[in-house]
């Protein structure tokens, strides 16, 4: 199983960025895939999920901002990042988990497929 984030990069206060989290090796269709952000000297925190059946999650700082979306035909998951701020800077994971119950979306160790995270700079 493989995972590959991309799509992070430096960017300014109230810019976007898209990430990617490509899937190889496992049954897409039915992941849920989250993405995590861990910033220097703090824990992994959750940002948003997106399940097999496209229901999505939110961490409350994120809503309106960010959004998640999945293209099971390129086994993709995207998170389109909006009105990004400077608290928003950290290495963002995606991760994958095919059998994850909805109480436990967001805790990062429920998860049991990890990518290897993408670096977001945002410079106020």
């Known amino acids: 199983v493989q995972l590959q984030a991309s799509g992070g990069g430096l960017v300014q206060d109230g810019g976007s960025l898209r990430l990617s989290c490509a899937a190889s090796?496992?049954?897409?269709?039915?992941?849920?895939i989250g993405w995590f952000r861990q910033a220097p000297g703090k824990e992994r925190d959750f940002v948003a999920a997106?399940?097999?059946?496209?229901?999505?999650y939110y961490t409350d700082s994120v809503k309106g901002r960010f959004t998640i979306s999945r293209d099971n035909t390129k086994n993709t998951v995207y998170l389109q990042m909006n009105s990004l701020r400077p608290e928003d800077t950290a290495v963002y994971y995606c991760?994958?988990?095919?059998?994850?119950?909805?109480?436990?979306?967001?805790?990062?160790?429920?998860?049991?497929?990890w990518g290897q995270g993408t670096q977001v700079t945002v410079s106020s």
């Open positions: 991760a994958a988990d095919p059998s994850i119950i909805l109480s436990s979306i967001r805790l990062s160790r429920q998860y049991a497929y």
């Open positions: 997106i399940r097999y059946n496209g229901y999505t």
């Open positions: 090796g496992l049954t897409f269709s039915r992941q849920t």
